[in-house]
């Protein structure tokens, strides 16, 4: 039997609450039979033509990662713009701010509509990480990333 220091270390475990946008550090997650509980359980839209967030493909979404989220206790999302202080989500405010933020207007929807309150309309459906819905990045990949590309910054949470 290996040594477990020899197979490797849990060094950070993250929580994306909104895909694309910046997640919450934990100290324990729970792994269900699909993914982890409370991950991308909401996804930002362009609200004019409904399209998903995917800021590795367009400009226009490349400052969502500064955008933090963290669910509540009783798993209400929660969504901060840089400067700003924390707003429910998805909601009118929170819309503003982050619209405000990205220079566009911009809309936090639900994925599924078990994820939805009763009054909101609209949820998201897209199967993006039906494929990969958990990742495990280790050192020695994030090292090698840096190596390839030393002017680049590879950032363990994206």
Same mark, same amino acid.
């Given at each position: 039997?290996?040594?477990?220091?020899?197979?490797?270390?849990?060094?950070?475990?993250?929580?994306?609450?909104?895909?694309? $946008?910046?997640?919450?550090?934990?100290?324990?997650? /729970?792994?269900?039979?699909?993914?982890?509980?409370?991950? +991308?359980?909401?996804?930002?839209?362009?609200?004019?033509?409904?399209?998903?967030?995917?800021?590795?493909?367009?400009?226009?979404?490349?400052?969502?990662?500064?955008?933090?989220? #963290?669910?509540?206790?009783? +798993?209400?999302? /929660?969504?901060?713009?840089?400067?700003?202080?924390?707003?429910?989500?998805?909601?009118?405010?929170?819309? +503003?701010?982050?619209?405000?933020? $990205?220079?566009?207007?911009?809309?936090?929807?639900?994925?599924?509509? /078990?994820?939805?309150?009763?009054?909101?309309?609209?949820?998201?459906?897209?199967?993006?990480?039906?494929?990969?819905?958990?990742?495990? $990045?280790?050192?020695?990949?994030?090292? #090698? $990333?840096?190596?390839?590309?030393?002017?680049?910054?590879?950032?363990?949470?994206?």
């Amino acid at each position: 039997m290996a040594d477990a220091a020899a197979l490797g270390t849990v060094s950070q475990l993250w929580r994306y609450p909104a895909s694309s $946008l910046a997640g919450e550090r934990q100290d324990a997650i /729970e792994v269900g039979s699909r993914t982890v509980a409370g991950d +991308r359980l909401f996804g930002l839209v362009d609200a004019t033509n409904g399209e998903i967030a995917r800021q590795d493909r367009e400009a226009k979404w490349h400052k969502v990662p500064l955008i933090r989220t #963290r669910l509540s206790v009783a +798993r209400e999302l /929660e969504v901060a713009v840089p400067g700003g202080g924390w707003l429910a989500a998805p909601g009118a405010e929170s819309d +503003r701010a982050v619209s405000a933020f $990205l220079g566009f207007e911009a809309s936090i929807r639900p994925f599924g509509q /078990e994820n939805a309150a009763p009054s909101y309309a609209g949820p998201l459906t897209e199967a993006r990480y039906a494929k990969a819905p958990i990742h495990l $990045l280790t050192t020695a990949s994030l090292a #090698r $990333l840096k190596a390839l590309h030393p002017e680049g910054a590879a950032d363990p949470r994206r």
